[in-house]
């Protein structure tokens, strides 16, 4: 079992930065790829951005890619999105998620992201 707390989400203007950190408990995330996803108000839950098992390779959502960056820090147990360039569409509640790229097994509870323009 793995417990996934999400934290580092708030209010920003449009064009600003937040990191997005999420912290693992229970066992080691090296034995999952991890992932964010997100759900913004009125819309499904779509796939954010997800990184392997060893961080080698990673994967983005086109909305997000070349502004966002995924990484994990197996040793501290830990996933961070990097999110610059925020847009007012980038508001949503972001999930952290552990498992394989076709099944995600474990869920965090999400961290509210906000972004003015």
């Known amino acids: 079992q793995v417990q996934l707390v999400e934290s580092g989400g708030g209010l920003v203007q449009a064009g600003g930065s937040l990191s997005l950190s999420c912290a693992a408990s229970?066992?080691?995330?090296?034995?999952?790829?991890m992932a964010w996803f997100r759900r913004a108000p009125g819309k499904e839950r779509e796939f954010v951005a997800a990184v392997i098992r060893t961080g080698g390779i990673t994967n983005y959502a086109g909305s997000v890619k070349g502004r966002f960056t995924i990484s994990r820090d197996n040793a501290k147990n830990t996933v961070y999105l990097q999110m610059n360039s925020l847009k007012p569409e980038d508001t949503a509640i972001y999930y952290c998620a552990a498992g394989s790229l076709h099944n995600w097994n474990y869920w965090g509870q999400g961290t509210q992201v906000t972004v003015s323009s």
């Open positions: 229970g066992r080691t995330i090296s034995s999952y790829a």
